[in-house]
């Protein structure tokens, strides 16, 4: 064996490995990918999202990893998670399965004008759609991305993967990371458009509901939704399914297995499938800060929306509600309801709006489902 | 001389436009023997002497490949929706009863439809939540009072 031989064998060797497909670009997706992990691990934003679609950003943008490509006709690991659960829409729907099997809907069944708020609280969603059409987006995208405001990770992952599924990285992107930075957005918007006086108001305490009133609950929203916004009868009625296997009592093991195991497996899905789009060749574009631009203002908007939609209907209304639980009304359930407590606590201690901020807070998870279905039916 | 040659460089200048504007409309393909019937910035009405099949044949080959371009089947007419950044928004050819010929109309992308398009649907937002809660409101006035009925008629009884 000659000397060239063995350089050329080494050669051979050496292009094998990612070193000499090196580019600047892997770098800046290296670093996006930790920031993420980052906020997941030291800030706590979203944790259960942002690590594995941090670490999935991380781990794609690596030379010849065989993850997110075809190889003798398969698809690599990621792109057949990515495939079946994404493409296949079949995540987003189960995690809503999980997420109807963790839900309570007494504060909402107690206080049904709650649900106004949750509509009011989409007027981003609206608004956003235009503007980002004025930026040059089609109007599917512009559609994919007004969802964000929508607060609804699995909303916005469903409605992105139907109509721009080009956008999915982005889009999931900013709509868990500022779910996460709901207690950040929220509030300076909520001093801005309510007096001292209205976030003093206090709201009666809810009714009891009964266990009835909860079974039949899943059953008439499903066939509401079914009959005016069929296109997002997938999300939604396995939304109320796991609801009412909740509600029923009589299928512990199966609630049981939604809101725990499957939650969890379907979640490490969704994580790193939608991180693994987010290559450098793809995710480097300007469309991805234009959509966490716009995202920021569509959330705020939202927030907006709900808070005004509080106010008008106190025109209206003998008892008033304290606008402060307007805000909730952008789904991120439970966290901006939270921040509806903290806020109305910190104008009167005695004050708890909980309860009564969780009515619009899930109103907005049925909200963005329609507004979903909206867009589903304008372009199908 | 110097006018011919004046007259070829215009006449080369006008030609292409020429042909433009009888090939297309605010980028939207034009059937080749239709006559305008009217032309505004906006909106184009033409008129052919073809079947609405062959019409629709010819635009479903020019516009072949496109992305986003929906076709819908109305009553009265196929409607052809642009859903992305074109400069025309729709093509509507009407479906004749007679043999009085295929009416096809080109519409500019316009905001008037994205705005009226969203402010449609976020009323739609509403009225499924207000369908919902006059559902709910109903449904729990019924339950409660069935269960309130129950309870006395538990107690009773009971006592």
């Given amino acids: 064996m000659t000397f060239n031989e063995i350089l050329d064998m080494l050669r051979g060797i050496i292009y094998t490995t990612g070193v000499f497909h090196f580019s600047f670009k892997l770098v800046i997706m290296w670093a996006i990918g930790s920031f993420f992990i980052y906020l997941a691990i030291v800030k706590n934003y979203e944790p259960l999202l942002l690590l594995p679609i941090g670490f999935g950003i991380f781990i794609v943008n690596f030379p010849l990893v065989p993850l997110m490509g075809w190889t003798h006709g398969h698809g690599e690991l990621l792109r057949i998670f990515y ?164 509600e029923s009592g009589v299928v512990g093991r199966l609630t049981e297995t939604a809101q725990g195991s499957l939650m969890n497996i379907v979640t490490i899905f969704l994580g790193i499938s939608v991180g693994a789009t987010m290559h450098a060749d793809k995710f480097l574009s300007w469309k991805p800060l234009l959509i966490f631009g716009l995202g920021l203002v569509d959330f705020a908007v939202c927030t907006a929306g709900g808070i005004l939609t509080v106010k008008a209907m106190n025109l209206f209304l003998k008892e008033k509600i304290n606008p402060l639980i307007g805000s909730a009304g952008v789904s991120a359930v439970p966290m901006a309801a939270r921040v509806s407590q903290v806020e109305g606590m910190r104008e009167d201690k005695t004050n708890f709006l909980l309860m009564h901020a969780m009515g619009p807070n899930l109103a907005g998870v049925i909200g963005s489902a329609a507004a979903a279905g909206m867009f589903i039916a304008m372009f199908d | 001389m110097r006018r011919l040659i004046i007259a070829l460089i215009i006449t080369a200048i006008c030609i292409p ?109 509403f009225v499924v939540l207000l369908v919902l809660f006059v559902a709910m409101s109903l449904s729990g006035a019924v339950i409660s009072r069935l269960v309130k009925r129950f309870q006395v008629k538990e107690e009773a009884s009971k006592g």
């Avoid at chain 2, 080959?61 to 076709?71: E, F, H, N």
């Fill in chain 1, 83 to 246: 495939h079946y659960g994404l493409e296949w829409e079949v995540i987003p729907c189960v995690i809503f399965l999980g997420l109807g099997a963790m839900t309570d809907f007494g504060p909402l069944i107690a206080n049904p004008k709650t649900l106004l708020i949750g509509a009011g609280a989409q007027l981003g969603v609206f608004i956003t759609f235009s503007g980002t059409v004025l930026a040059g987006f089609t109007l599917k995208e512009a559609a994919s991305v007004g969802i964000i405001g929508g607060a609804d990770g699995p909303t916005t992952v469903y409605l992105t993967q139907h109509l721009a599924p080009q956008l999915l990285g982005p889009n999931a992107l900013a709509a868990y990371s500022y779910m996460a930075m709901v207690p950040l957005i929220q509030p300076g918007i909520m001093r801005l458009l309510t007096t001292k006086e209205e976030r003093r108001i206090r709201m009666r305490q809810l009714r009891p509901v009964s266990k009835q009133e909860k079974i039949l609950f899943p059953l008439v929203t499903s066939a509401i939704i079914a009959l005016l916004v069929p296109s997002v009868i997938p999300l939604m009625g396995m939304f109320m399914l796991g609801n009412l296997m909740k």
């Fill in chain 2, 17 to 125: 436009s020429l042909i433009l504007a009888e090939e297309n409309f605010l980028e939207a393909p034009i059937i080749p023997g239709a006559k305008v019937v009217k032309k505004t910035e906006t909106r184009l009405e033409l008129k052919i002497n073809k079947s609405h099949d062959e019409v629709v044949a010819f635009y479903k080959s020019a516009l072949k490949g496109l992305k986003d371009v929906r076709y819908r089947e109305w009553k009265k007419a196929t409607y052809i929706e642009d859903d992305s950044n074109r400069p025309w928004h729709s093509i509507t050819i009407s479906k004749p009863e007679g043999d009085e010929g295929t009416t096809v109309v080109i519409l500019k992308d316009n905001w008037t439809w994205i705005m009226g398009t969203l402010i449609l649907r976020f009323i739609g937002v």
